[in-house]
């Protein structure tokens, strides 16, 4: 059984920063000690990995991918075996994807074309979500199922009436259906129907650029949205999980309802914390870039979300990692922004935006990786096996340099995408070397994975409930 040793580094948890070697063998953490202590020098070792003056971070785990998502008539431009790379070089090794039930189809058709595409291809872990697109007796029926196979979370929609939409009695059943077989409802939460009428009004009128996708996609109507979602979660005593979150009123939502002590969780994702509507309103169609939902909101929104995720009103960061090259895909929507596909790029960056928030002292080095890594894992039924440095927990492991100099660009990045949501961007930070169950998959920033490395995980059920 190949044994590994990481020497002298400074082991970061979401509970404690210690100096500590890190013994592994085959694909799991055996265990830890001091740094030059007796015991850790006794280790013998097929491999050594320096770690001197470098972080030993478990690896990221990313809950909210889209790779190869179909979406206004075109495709996410990351495949499963382009977007898990592009991952593996950012130091996520796990990632949860959504996998689609189609309008009129069973969930297991949508779930076993999702194995389809990820199987063989990923070079980093993977599980699944499941996008309830017809909420209907049969699809209720499959959801238990699919809980007893490792499909434990459930992503509704109040956006996109037509598309993925569901209505305020489908989500209610579908939450009492959660309540019931331990399933956690991931919610949308946009009043899609609102937003529908200020879509149309804003193309009749001429208003057709990218910053009018901000523009109808107001905050009162995530908020609205967020805080009908609770009251739903709470008819139905279910707990709710809110995706991508990026105004500060339905922070102001979560947190009500949190301090009313419900199982209510959010997610925000590094686009609302970096990027604003500046970025939306950039000339020439550019800001089709920047297209995604909940949209890009206005720099001030920033604030609140950096204080939830301090005061733990957020939990999480995710990607929410959707790209549309700007070429051919983002352009589908010039002369009306209603027409471009919504999603933005991420999945590379995740870890060193945040650690980029560390140096920044909008958090601390625990805390990133609590809501990085610790907390997504624990969230969707995969801790202590993803998410920590424990004995144990899988071999997902990741030398971090925190003094390298970076620039984000898509001359150097590794997603399937024509441009780069950070062009330019500056971060203190870097990946050295990555492993997954053992394997490098990252070495000294040359990428030794390959793809069919990473495996299908089925996960337990939320770790906050029971
Ligand atoms: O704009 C986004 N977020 N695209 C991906 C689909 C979703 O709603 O998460
Ligand atoms: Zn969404
Ligand atoms: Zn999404």
């Known amino acids: 059984m190949p044994r590994t040793v990481i020497r002298g580094g400074l082991v970061i948890t979401a509970a404690e920063e210690t100096h500590a070697d890190v013994l592994i063998e085959d694909e799991k953490i055996v265990a830890l000690a001091a740094s030059d202590s007796e015991c850790a020098r006794g280790w013998s070792a097929d491999r050594i990995i320096d770690a001197t ?229 950039e000339p020439d169609f550019e800001g089709a870039k920047y297209v995604c939902s909940t949209p890009l909101r206005p720099r001030e929104h920033q604030a609140a979300l950096w204080r939830g995720l301090r005061t733990n009103d957020l939990q999480v960061v995710s990607t929410d990692h959707c790209p549309f090259c700007f070429s051919g895909q983002k352009e589908l929507g010039r002369g009306d922004f209603s027409k471009i596909p919504n999603g933005m790029p991420g999945v590379e960056h995740r870890m060193d935006l945040l650690h980029q928030a560390v140096v920044d002292g909008h958090i601390s080095r625990r805390r990133w990786i609590e809501i990085a890594c610790a907390t997504p894992a624990r969230m969707f039924g995969l801790y202590p096996k993803k998410g920590t440095i424990a004995p144990g927990a899988d071999a997902d492991v990741v030398i971090y340099d925190p003094g390298a100099e970076q620039t984000l660009s898509v001359e150097t990045h590794h997603m399937n995408v024509d441009y780069s949501a950070y062009e330019g961007k500056q971060i203190t930070g870097q990946v050295r070397t990555v492993l997954s169950r053992g394997t490098t998959v990252i070495d000294q920033r040359e990428y030794t994975g390959r793809a069919g490395h990473g495996r299908y995980v089925p996960r337990a059920t939320c770790q906050y409930l029971s």
């Open 53 to 281: 003056g470098k972080y030993v971070i478990p690896g990221g785990v990313d809950p909210h991918t889209h790779m190869e998502m179909p979406f206004g008539g075109t495709f996410a431009a990351d495949t499963f075996e382009t977007g898990t790379r592009a991952a593996a070089w950012g130091g996520t090794t796990t990632i949860v994807d959504f996998a689609i039930q189609t309008k009129g189809h069973a969930l297991r058709e949508g779930l076993d074309a999702w194995h389809l595409k990820a199987g063989g291809n990923c070079a980093i872990d993977y599980g699944f979500h499941m996008i309830l697109s017809d909420v209907d007796q049969g699809s209720l029926k499959e959801m238990d199922l699919l809980v007893e196979e490792g499909v434990t979370s459930f992503k509704l929609f109040m956006a996109y009436p037509g598309v993925f939409y569901s209505d305020d009695g489908q989500i209610l059943r579908a939450m009492q259906r959660g309540a019931h077989n331990g399933g956690l409802i991931m919610m949308h939460a946009e009043n899609g129907i609102a937003i529908d009428v200020l879509v149309e009004q804003a193309l009749a009128e001429g208003r057709t650029d990218p910053r009018y996708h901000g523009e109808v996609r107001k905050a009162l109507l995530e908020s609205e949205a967020t805080h009908r979602a609770i009251q739903l979660a709470r008819v139905a005593g279910a707990p709710l999980y809110v995706v991508h979150v990026s105004a500060e009123e339905a922070v102001a939502e979560l947190t009500q309802a949190r301090d009313k002590g419900l199982p209510v969780f959010g997610e925000t994702c590094p686009q609302y914390l970096f990027l604003s509507t500046d970025n939306l309103a």
